[in-house]
């Protein structure tokens, strides 16, 4: 699998949300990325808060635009603020370097787009993700 086709990303968003009703977590938004960046499914829960599409939406971009999972850039942004800093500028506030967001890759490991999550605890957003990729029979890069 050379792309993410919109079946797949759809069913790994409803098998994330899924698991998230399971978890009974907070209201959550999705958004998943095709490799190019463009937004391919972005669902939003009834009650989810107004700023979660945005954040959903970083989260996913961030990984994608720096080739690394959320925990990883997490890392690196504590390592170095004043270059994440330079980053968000550059990229107009799209990049939200925290847990949810994860990169999708097929078997092979070639990066087929990223997810972004967001409305609960970033660990729970991030366990939703892995679930929903892993639903799929991707692989989640969390950068851990």
């Not at 968003?13 to 977590?25: I, K, N, S, T």
């Amino acid at each position: 699998m050379s792309e993410m086709s919109l079946k797949t990303a759809s069913a790994l968003v409803d098998a994330a949300l899924d698991r998230a009703r399971e978890l009974r977590l907070q209201p959550l938004t999705i958004t998943v990325l095709d490799a190019g960046g463009h937004v391919q499914v972005t669902k939003r829960e009834d009650l989810s808060a107004i700023l979660r599409p945005q954040i959903a939406y970083a989260k996913a971009w961030g990984c994608l635009g720096m080739g690394h999972g959320g925990r990883d850039l997490v890392q690196r942004a504590a390592n170095n603020p004043a270059f994440f800093g330079a980053l968000s500028a550059i990229s107009d506030g799209r990049i939200a370097p925290v847990p949810g967001g994860v990169l999708v890759r097929d078997q092979t490991g070639t990066v087929l787009g990223a997810v972004g999550i967001s409305g609960d605890k970033p660990d729970r957003d991030e366990a939703c993700a892995v679930h929903g990729v892993e639903s799929v029979g991707l692989v989640a890069d969390t950068g851990a």
